[in-house]
């Protein structure tokens, strides 16, 4: 089935650093990827998305690339800051004549050191 | 402004107790869903509705049932036959089940636990 594979946490950075968090995918078609953002304590906002290959979505200074010749969907930020701090969800979802539903992954959560 | 409402923030219940969470949204938005969020695992869908009067079992329904009678309204029953309850639960909408509209609205999320 379709997975998505997000790297490890929890990932802490100082200010300023770059960040980058892993995110591949396994799908049967040709998926729609997302980057979603969970603050403490809220539910999840959408950060950027790609829906097709070579798609670089971008929002807040993140971005991410869709690859499809390694399959990944990688989010960067060239500088993170305090208020970055959270937990990142890749996410994808394949056309499915109008049934179509996100898949996950599992989260990796992210602390910005001052 | 237009968002999802999800209340109570935290909720508890007892053993053999059913409880239901509210999820309501004001975007005029036809998919609804509903996920279960526990630590260290990505969000799993329980129920879905693409309209009123309609809705799905998603990947974990077993313990849970849901109703859809108006299109702003969509909650969720958390039944004693779930034996794991305690979670985040978090409720989405979508202008429809499209790809390229994938939900992009949450709410803020229930936490329920047992007592």
């Known amino acids: 089935g379709d997975s998505v594979t997000q790297m490890e946490g929890p990932v802490t950075l100082s200010e300023e650093a770059f960040l980058t968090i892993n995110c591949t995918y396994t799908?049967?078609?040709?998926?729609?990827l997302f980057w979603y953002v969970q603050y403490p304590g809220e539910g999840l906002q959408l950060l950027l998305k790609?829906?097709?290959?070579?798609d670089k979505g971008s929002n807040k200074g993140f971005e991410a690339t869709y690859r499809k010749e390694t399959t990944s969907f990688h989010l960067e930020k060239g500088s993170v800051q305090v208020s970055d701090s959270a937990v990142y969800f890749c996410?994808?979802?394949?056309?499915?004549?109008?049934?179509?539903?996100?898949?996950f992954g599992t989260g990796t959560r992210l602390t910005i050191i001052p | 402004d237009g968002g999802i409402t999800q209340s109570p923030k935290y909720l508890f219940r007892k053993e053999g107790q059913n409880v239901t969470l509210s999820c309501e949204q004001n975007?005029?938005?036809?998919?609804m869903y509903w996920y279960r969020q526990d630590p260290g695992q990505g969000l799993r869908l329980i129920y879905y509705?693409?309209?009123?009067?309609?809705?799905q079992k998603g990947d974990i329904a077993e313990g849970y049932s849901v109703s859809r009678e108006k299109k702003e309204s969509f909650p969720l029953t958390v039944t004693s036959a779930q034996k794991n309850p305690t979670a985040f639960y978090l409720c989405?909408?979508?202008?429809?089940?499209?790809?390229?509209?994938?939900?992009?609205?949450f709410g803020d999320g229930t936490r329920l636990s047992i007592l």
């Open positions: 989405a909408s979508s202008i429809d089940l499209g790809p390229s509209n994938q939900p992009q609205h």
């Open positions: 799908a049967t078609g040709y998926p729609s």
């Open positions: 790609a829906t097709k290959a070579d």
């Open positions: 996410a994808l979802v394949i056309s499915n004549f109008g049934n179509e539903k996100l898949t």
């Open positions: 975007l005029n938005h036809d998919a």
């Open positions: 509705s693409q309209i009123v009067n309609d809705f």
